[in-house]
T-cell receptor, first 114, second 114 residues
Framework: KQEVTQIPAALSVPEGENLVLNCSFTDSAIYNLQWFRQDPGKGLTSLLLIQSSQREQTSGRLNASLDKSSGRSTLYIAASQPGDSATYLCAVRFQTGANSKLTFGKGITLSVRP | NAGVTQTPKFRVLKTGQSMTLLCAQDMNHEYMYWYRQDPGMGLRLIHYSVGEGTTAKGEVPDGYNVSRLKKQNFLLGLESAAPSQTSVYFC?????????????FGDGTRLSIL
C-alpha cells in the first residue's frame, strides 16, 4: 500500500530556530511531491512542488528537498516566526495506481513560540 | 483571482437528508478533485474528474456521487447523509498538464450530520 508518513505529529519551537519537517513515502516511483500549509479552519495553500527529476525547490525562507531512493523529503524553514505556526502537509503523486491522486500525510502541527 | 470557490462553507444536516456541495474554479483547469479531511485520517480522495463530462472514483467513493457538466464546476452529492460523512470537504483543481502541476484547494465545506 502506498503511504505517506509525517513524524512527529506536532512540534513546538522558540522563535528564530531553523526547522526541518520530515516526510517519508513507501514507493520511490513518484511523479512529484507537494508541500502544503493549512491554517486552522482554512484550506490548503501550496508551498512547494518538487518534480521527481528535481532534488530541491526554494521559496523565500522555505526549502524542500527530495530523495526518491530513500523515500524522503524534508521541508526546511529558516529563522522560524510565530506566523509560521500552522499544519504542514506533505502529499505524493505516485506513478502506480490512479496517477491523478495525491496521497497525503497526516501533517505536522507546528507552533512557533514568541 | 477567486481560484477555487466552495459553496456552502458550513452546513448541518439530519441523517437521511440529501445535499449537493458545489465547487467552482476560474482557472480553466481540466482536473478537479473532491477530498474529505478527518481527524487522524488526513485527506482522502473521494472522486475526481479529468475533464468535462468525466468522473472517476477515488479512495472513499461510497455514499457520494459527482457530476462535471461544466468544465468550471464539480458537484459532490450526498444522497442520504450518514453521521460517518461528518467531515470537512475540500475541492481542488489542477491544469491540463495534471500530473506535473500543483493542485489548488478551496477553503473547504464543514459538514455535520446529526
Amino acid at each position: 500500500k502506498q503511504e505517506v508518513t509525517q513524524i512527529p505529529a506536532a512540534l513546538s519551537v522558540p522563535e528564530g530556530e531553523n526547522l526541518v519537517l520530515n516526510c517519508s513515502f513507501t514507493d520511490s516511483a513518484i511523479y512529484n511531491l507537494q508541500w502544503f500549509r493549512q491554517d486552522p479552519g482554512k484550506g490548503l495553500t501550496s508551498l512547494l512542488l518538487i518534480q521527481s527529476s528535481q532534488r530541491e525547490q526554494t521559496s523565500g525562507r522555505l526549502n524542500a528537498s527530495l530523495d526518491k531512493s530513500s523515500g524522503r523529503s524534508t521541508l526546511y524553514i529558516a529563522a522560524s516566526q510565530p506566523g509560521d505556526s500552522a499544519t504542514y502537509l506533505c502529499a505524493v503523486r505516485f506513478q502506480t495506481g490512479a496517477n491523478s491522486k495525491l496521497t497525503f500525510g497526516k501533517g505536522i502541527t507546528l507552533s512557533v513560540r514568541p | 483571482n477567486a481560484g477555487v470557490t466552495q459553496t456552502p462553507k458550513f452546513r448541518v444536516l439530519k441523517t437521511g437528508q440529501s445535499m449537493t456541495l458545489l465547487c467552482a474554479q476560474d482557472m480553466n483547469h481540466e482536473y478537479m478533485y473532491w477530498y474529505r479531511q478527518d481527524p487522524g485520517m488526513g485527506l482522502r480522495l473521494i472522486h475526481y474528474s479529468v475533464g468535462e463530462g468525466t468522473t472517476a472514483k477515488g479512495e472513499v467513493p461510497d455514499g457520494y456521487n459527482v457530476s462535471r457538466l461544466k468544465k468550471q464546476n464539480f458537484l459532490l452529492g450526498l444522497e442520504s447523509a450518514a453521521p460517518s460523512q461528518t467531515s470537512v470537504y475540500f475541492c481542488a483543481s489542477s491544469s491540463i498538464q495534471g500530473i506535473s502541476q500543483p493542485q489548488h484547494f478551496g477553503d473547504g465545506t464543514r459538514l455535520s450530520i446529526l
